[in-house]
């Protein structure tokens, strides 16, 4: 147990007749960064909210940092900070008098709580906006600012629950770049995502999640080995020769081919490279036209597939408001 910042047993939440969480085992070790990934309403926020002692479990139970988040909710709350998927700043504020009034609420009394605002500030790269109120940020500015709130006082454990929901890539490159930050001084850090990248990107281990349940876990390319062999990834010429091109792949090759959003992109799991190469050939020989093709090992896209039969959200679009979600 020492090496584990949280253990959960059998953890479950029902709301009603609804299994939000659907009793899970997970174990997340001290100093890493761990994602769980899954669709919206898989579970996700439901289990955070439980591990951060917002929210009681109907059933099993968790220890986080060592202590039962029932019986001891306090002593987790000392330990822990939590981003939920919302900004949370008062907007009216600027954002140095948002970090001050928290470094305040903290406990932080005069010189100390103005350092540590001016240093969060400087460490965020918004130190040139500190003056502006919160409403006139970006939403990269927003994000950041609103982790930086839950870095007052340093947690031994941090619960980012989909960070970069609706933001643009420059952002998300950013905010990306803090969690690593984050990992590297010590800080652990349960990170929940709907984005494949964002788990692939950060997490040295994940766990998907569906329908309350873990069904997969393991590191980056652990679940893609699970997949098998590599993927066939076509681009026709013409979305009209996209059938013929489907029924000649599903021919040759054992995989299930997957169409793409685009309407000319074709897609099929490879057990054997060579026999990739060959579906390529009969293509050609049958006058169907690419605009290009690969041969590679799965993404986490396609491992998403093949563990739930179905293809990943969309993103939203950039910094737009996302919508706020049931009760997972």
């Known amino acids: 147990m020492a090496d584990h910042a ?3 047993r ?3 939440r029902r709301f009603g007749e609804k299994r939000a969480v659907d009793g899970i085992d997970l174990e997340v070790r001290r100093g890493e960064i761990f994602g769980v990934l899954g669709p919206n309403g898989a579970g996700k926020t439901t289990l955070v909210r439980m591990l951060a002692t917002l929210l009681r479990p109907t059933g099993g139970g968790a220890l986080v940092l060592g202590h039962d ?6 002593e987790v709350r000392r330990k822990i900070s939590l ?3 919302f900004a949370s700043v008062d907007e009216d504020l600027t954002g140095y008098e948002n970090l001050l009034l928290l470094s305040r609420l903290s406990g932080l009394k005069g010189g100390d709580a103005k ?3 001016v240093g969060l500030l400087s460490a965020f790269d918004l130190a040139d906006s500190a003056g502006k109120q919160a409403k006139d940020y970006s939403g990269g500015m927003r994000r950041k600012l609103d982790i930086a709130s839950s870095l007052i006082r340093r947690p031994e454990l941090l619960f980012l629950d989909e960070p970069t929901t609706g933001l643009d890539p420059r952002s998300r490159n950013q905010v990306w770049d803090i969690v690593r930050g984050l990992a590297a001084s010590g800080t652990t850090i349960l990170l929940t995502t709907q984005y494949l990248e964002e788990a692939d ?3 040295g281990e994940i766990a998907v999640v569906d329908h309350g349940r873990i069904i997969a876990r393991g590191t980056s390319a652990e679940l893609k080995a699970k997949v098998g062999g590599g993927v066939l990834q076509i681009s026709l010429a013409s979305a009209e020769r996209r059938e ?3 029924q000649l792949l599903a021919g040759m090759l054992s995989g299930e081919v997957r169409a793409g959003g685009n309407g000319v992109s074709l897609s099929v799991d490879v057990a054997d490279p060579d026999a990739g190469l060959a579906a390529l050939s009969a293509l050609s020989a049958a006058g169907i036209a690419l605009s290009g093709y690969s041969l590679s090992q799965p993404s986490l896209d396609e491992v998403f597939f093949a563990l739930t039969g179905r293809p990943p959200e969309p993103e939203t679009a950039p910094d737009s408001a996302p919508k706020p979600e049931a009760a997972e």
Do not use: P
């Open 6 to 8: 949280i253990e959960t």
């Open 115 to 117: 350092a540590r605002a």
């Open 244 to 246: 013929a091109a489907s």
């Open 83 to 85: 981003t939920g998927q």
């Open 201 to 203: 990107q950060l997490a």
């Open 69 to 74: 988040i029932e019986r001891e909710a306090c």
């Open 10 to 12: 059998a953890l479950s």
